[in-house]
């Protein structure tokens, strides 16, 4: 697998005017990938955008190498960026403390009853106190713990999807950031390379660690 990243061009107004829903980041990610649009075939990719001080980048995971070319679509030029993920993953172990960063959609499912025969009405969880319980109530499935310390919430919004001859959709997304503890390594892995719950094709679920350990 690979991990790519490029930083987003949004000081050229011109360049970067369609990307005002997150469809549109979907599709850059696909067309970067001018192979599998050819066959008709994808791939599973995860994918989402950090904010670092005033730079915006674009991450991708993804089992093949991104052209370079259409990764910098509406990137900097010079700036794309891809490294073998294997690397990574050859280097956990279990008891590893890292500096971790993930996009998650937090959602929770209204029942309508033991007997109704119908799925719950989705509500997104909108403050930090959920979002953070969102994040703990999942990891211990996926691998790792955190501590209330040690986690924050940087940033909350509602993200537009936009489909042809369908209603705009809002998805709600938390971002996190801080330090994480691998109890699982096995299922750690997975969630690195498969992601974690929702939403993962418009830019949720995928977590990425730094190499190497704190203490």
Same mark, same amino acid.
């Given at each position: ?14 360049? &970067? ?5 997150? %469809? $549109? ?5 696909? /067309?970067?990938? *001018?192979? #599998?649009?050819? /066959? ?9 955008? /950090? ?8 991450? !991708?995971?993804?089992?093949?190498? *991104?052209?370079?070319?259409?990764? +910098? ?6 700036? $794309? ?5 294997? &690397? ?5 172990? +279990? %008891? ?9 959609? *937090? ?16 509500? @997104?969880? &909108? ?20 501590? /209330? ?9 509602? +993200? ?7 209603? *705009?959709?809002? !998805? =709600?997304?938390? $971002? ?5 503890? !691998? #109890? ?10 498969? %992601? ?7 830019? =949720? %679920?995928?977590?990425?660690?730094? @190499?190497?350990?704190?203490?």
């Amino acid at each position: 697998m690979y991990l790519s990243r490029v930083k987003i061009d949004v000081s050229n107004r011109r360049k &970067v005017k369609d990307l005002n829903h997150l %469809g $549109a980041y979907h599709k850059w990610v696909e /067309d970067s990938f *001018p192979n #599998e649009v050819k /066959d008709g075939y994808r791939s599973r990719k995860l994918w989402r955008i /950090d904010q670092l001080g005033n730079n915006s980048y674009l991450l !991708i995971l993804s089992q093949e190498k *991104p052209d370079k070319e259409n990764l +910098e679509k509406f990137g900097v030029k010079g700036t $794309a960026e891809t490294k073998d993920y294997n &690397v990574l993953l050859n280097q956990l172990q +279990e %008891g590893d403390k890292l500096l971790f960063r993930l996009v998650l959609n *937090p959602v929770m499912s209204l029942s309508s009853g033991k007997n109704s025969g119908k799925r719950g009405r989705v509500i @997104p969880l &909108v403050t930090a106190e959920q979002q953070l319980q969102f994040l703990k109530d999942r990891a211990a499935k996926h691998g790792f713990s955190v501590n /209330d310390d040690e986690v924050i919430v940087t940033g909350r919004s509602f +993200e537009v999807l936009r489909r042809k001859n369908q209603k *705009p959709l809002k !998805i =709600c997304t938390a $971002a996190y950031s801080g330090l994480l503890t !691998i #109890e699982n390594l096995e299922l750690f892995k997975k969630a690195l390379t498969n %992601g974690i719950g929702k939403k993962k094709a418009f830019g =949720c %679920g995928l977590l990425t660690v730094i @190499p190497g350990r704190t203490e």
